[in-house]
């Protein structure tokens, strides 16, 4: 399975950059670059915070695709 983020969509909503969301929820602009291309998976409370800081649940987020295997 592949997690599937709307990081960016939600970002750019807000007028944020990727250095405002990372300062937000407490971790570097790198991780927040790597959490949008796929490629890295968010521990549940980080998760969390970034559905905190733009207001929506995690689900509308975060989901999971399967491979074509």
Do not use: C, W
Request: net charge positive; no cysteine; hydrophobic share 35%.
């Amino acid at each position: 399975m592949k997690l599937v983020t709307k990081i960016k969509y939600y970002r750019l909503l807000n007028h944020m950059s990727q250095e405002d969301l990372a300062s937000k929820v407490g971790v570097r602009r790198e991780t927040i670059g790597r959490l949008e291309a796929g490629k890295y998976n968010p521990s549940l409370k980080l998760a969390y915070d970034i559905s905190e800081a733009f207001s929506v649940a995690i689900e509308d987020i975060f989901s999971y695709e399967k491979n074509d295997s």
